[in-house]
């Protein structure tokens, strides 16, 4: 019996070893199993990583080169603007300077031909001068051998006319020279005299008592002075008389009949002078040439075509004006403006 039991116990021991055994293997297998699962879990996730990894490194290697390659473009842009600056700055420059020389060249272009025009001015100047004063000193020459040929006999009409002769040649050739010795002294003292006061009516006389021996047979002289008899006007009387006098010369110059009128008014705080003739006229187109010095339309007519001249810059002197009026269709219409002081 306890042979039995013995041997039973034995049994159970061996069952029991071989359980727990068994028991052992399965669990050292589950165990197997479960760390390969774990490996294999790790192995992807380390594969994750690894992925996740190169993604960011390339990420990081694209950002990286794309910052560089925008450092690099805006140190480009930077540089590029900046040389940009500087050509459009030396081209700046260069306009500027390039302009200065344009302007540089023109001016001294228009100098050129202001020399050029000045010597032709001189040439014709010094030509128009010979001639003006060869004549007259001719004629002056001339008559005054007549005069002292000796055993030549001459009626007492002849004799006067050759004395005439003389004395209008003497009076051209002093009007020349007054006229140029006046236009020098115009442009070199610009002060006037003292203003004094006169009779409107006394220089209307004045000036066409100056024209009397001198104008055509059979022209009229007229005059008309509507500021009342008696009125003083405050003025430059021997300067207004040089003007008068000027206009009145040339219109006694080129009419040959007809008339001659010279009127005064006062006009809003004006002197109003006009100078009419019947005479040839001015074409429209020649209105401001007439004023220009040394200026003839007619290249035969005595003077040195500084008369009118003369009286435009005195009108200007006394702050006033003097103009051909156009409209007036009969001769020439000469308009004296100047500024009046009534007392």
């Known amino acids: 019996m306890r042979e039995m039991i013995r041997r039973i116990g ?39 990583q690894n992925e996740l990894l190169q993604q960011r490194s390339r990420f990081t290697t694209g950002s990286v080169a794309m910052i560089l390659g925008i450092v690099a473009l ?28 344009v302007a ?33 000193l001719n004629a002056i020459n001339g008559f005054t051998q007549i005069l002292n040929m000796p055993g030549v006999e001459m009626q007492e009409a002849e004799r006067l006319d050759c004395c005439q002769r003389i004395e209008d040649n003497a009076r051209l050739l002093t009007n020349i020279l ?35 021996q001198i104008v055509a047979e059979g022209v009229k002289l007229n ?30 110059k080129f009419t040959t009949e007809g008339s001659i009128t010279l009127r005064l008014s006062e006009e809003e705080g004006q002197l109003h002078f006009s100078v009419i003739d019947t005479g040839m006229g001015i074409p429209e187109d020649k209105k401001e040439f007439i004023f220009e010095r ?9 003077g040195i075509g500084l008369g009118l001249t003369i009286a435009r810059m005195i009108a200007e002197r006394l702050g006033g004006t003097l103009t051909l009026d156009t409209t007036n269709t009969v001769g020439s219409k000469f308009d004296l403006i100047i500024p009046s002081h009534l007392s």
């Open 10 to 48: 034995q049994r159970l021991t061996r069952v029991m070893v071989l359980t727990a055994f068994i028991l052992t293997m399965a669990a050292s297998s589950q165990y197997g199993t479960m760390r390969a699962a774990d490996t294999t879990t790790d192995i992807n996730e380390l594969k994750t």
């Open 74 to 101: 805006l140190a480009f842009l930077a540089v590029n603007s900046r040389w940009t600056r500087r050509l459009e700055i030396k081209n700046q420059q260069l306009q500027r300077e390039r302009n200065v020389v």
């Open 104 to 136: 540089q060249n023109k001016q001294l272009a228009i100098e050129r031909d202001r020399a050029e025009a000045a010597s032709k001015a001189k040439t014709s100047f010094i030509q128009s001068m010979t001639h003006e004063i060869r004549t007259p």
């Open 178 to 212: 007054d006229d140029l010795l006046f236009i020098s002294d115009l442009e070199s003292n610009n002060e006037l005299p003292p203003a004094e006061p006169c009779l409107g009516a006394t220089i209307i006389e004045q000036a066409m008592d100056s024209i009397s």
């Open 223 to 252: 005059s008309e002075c509507t500021i009342p008899e008696g009125q003083m006007v405050n003025t430059y009387p021997r300067m207004i008389h040089i003007v008068l006098n000027k206009l009145l010369d040339n219109a006694a």
């Open 294 to 302: 040394f200026s003839k339309l007619d290249s035969f007519s005595q």
